[in-house]
């Protein structure tokens, strides 16, 4: 069964960092493209974070570059977004999703499988 289970959201004040995980099960995530998406509330998802299979860098939206990383851990079959200098704007809730195998990433069109989320909250 596939899967994709996010964790490490939680409430953080502005400047603060936080660490998601997206666990995958059911298949091997290195084969494809893991991204980071995001809703905050009354908003439309927009998409945070790519990783592709081909290689290990990431693309990052214009609002989190110079603060957010992805990486993966393929041993662990998980992607990490590491999230430094956080701001009230980044509260959402945090999606990943899975595309491929072999996808490079490109948008949410490409994501076959996704998590539930997890709530990242920013504020004093």
């Known amino acids: 069964q596939v899967q994709l289970v996010e964790s490490g959201g939680g409430l953080v004040q502005p400047g603060g960092s936080l660490r998601l995980s997206c666990a995958a099960s059911g298949f091997n995530l290195d084969l494809y493209a893991i991204g980071w998406f995001r809703q905050a509330p009354g908003k439309e998802r927009e998409g945070v974070s790519c990783?592709?299979?081909?290689?290990?860098?990431?693309v990052y939206a214009d609002s989190v570059k110079g603060r957010f990383t992805i990486s993966r851990d393929n041993a662990k079959n998980t992607v990490y977004l590491h999230m430094n200098s956080l701001r009230p704007e980044d509260t959402a809730v945090y999606y990943c999703?899975?595309?491929?195998?072999?996808?490079?990433?490109?948008?949410?069109?490409?994501?076959?499988?996704w998590g539930k989320g997890t709530k990242v909250t920013v504020s004093s």
């Open positions: 999703a899975a595309g491929g195998p072999y996808r490079l990433c490109d948008g949410e069109d490409v994501m076959d499988y």
């Open positions: 990783i592709s299979s081909s290689d290990g860098n990431g």
